[in-house]
């Protein structure tokens, strides 16, 4: 009998598997050594001016949603961020994004934005926020971001939303960044189109 020279080779599997974690573990170090750059956005000075009857937009604004303990409030109204108990219609803590009680928000899905000039009536199916346990969601918006495993960044599906206000008006809303260079992660960047029209017109565009 010949004896069988250096042992048995591993099975092919064993060795694909191998080289696939040996990839993941690169990729993750790379990551982890890479400095991101930011998006060039900064963070908005809040200045709340009342807007009326008019269009507003399209407008960008940037806000630190980074504090884990608290919603940072915007009121389309207003042109920006306002301090509870005055009225808001959206919120953003860290990556999440809910509407106001009353209000709703629908997928329009990834549309151009400029696209979209009149949006859908309320039998569309706005939806409120969900609660569960502590947690506050808003099933309109869902998971807007994708995560990437190699640099380690959210970025923006690019999806535009309908918001519906708790007082019957409407806004179109798109999220760009998560990111910005004054504050860093959680730092989030949007733009929107907001019709004040005393009529609750459902256009948003000029």
């Known amino acids: 009998m010949n ?3 250096g042992g048995a080779r591993p099975p092919l599997l064993v ?13 993750l170090l ?4 890479t400095r991101p750059e930011f998006p060039p956005y900064r963070l908005s000075v809040p200045l709340p001016t009342r807007v009326g009857d008019s269009l507003v937009g ?3 604004y940037t806000l630190d949603a980074s504090a884990t303990d608290r919603w940072r409030t915007f009121a389309f109204a207003r ?3 306002v301090e509870p108990p005055g009225a808001w219609d ?3 803590r860290r990556f999440h994004l809910i509407a106001a009680d009353g209000a709703g928000i629908l997928d329009l899905g990834p549309v151009p934005f400029d696209s979209v000039r009149e949006l859908p009536p309320p039998a569309a199916g706005y939806r409120g926020n969900t609660v569960a346990g502590e947690d506050t969601t808003n099933p309109g918006v869902g998971k807007w971001y994708q995560y990437s495993m190699l640099s380690h960044l959210l970025t923006s599906k690019h999806h535009v939303y309908g918001v519906r206000t708790a007082d019957g008006h409407y806004a179109k809303l798109e999220l760009l960044a998560y990111y910005c260079a004054d504050a ?4 989030i960047t949007f733009r929107y189109v907001y019709q004040g029209g005393g ?3 459902r256009r948003v565009a000029r």
């Open 3 to 5: 004896a069988r020279r």
């Open 58 to 60: 399209p407008a960008t």
């Open 79 to 81: 042109n920006a961020v």
């Open 90 to 92: 959206i919120a953003f």
């Open 199 to 201: 009529d609750r017109s």
């Open 30 to 33: 790379i990551g982890s050594f």
């Open 15 to 27: 060795l694909l598997l191998g080289a696939a974690f040996l990839l993941l573990v690169a990729a």
């Open 184 to 187: 860093g992660t959680a730092c």
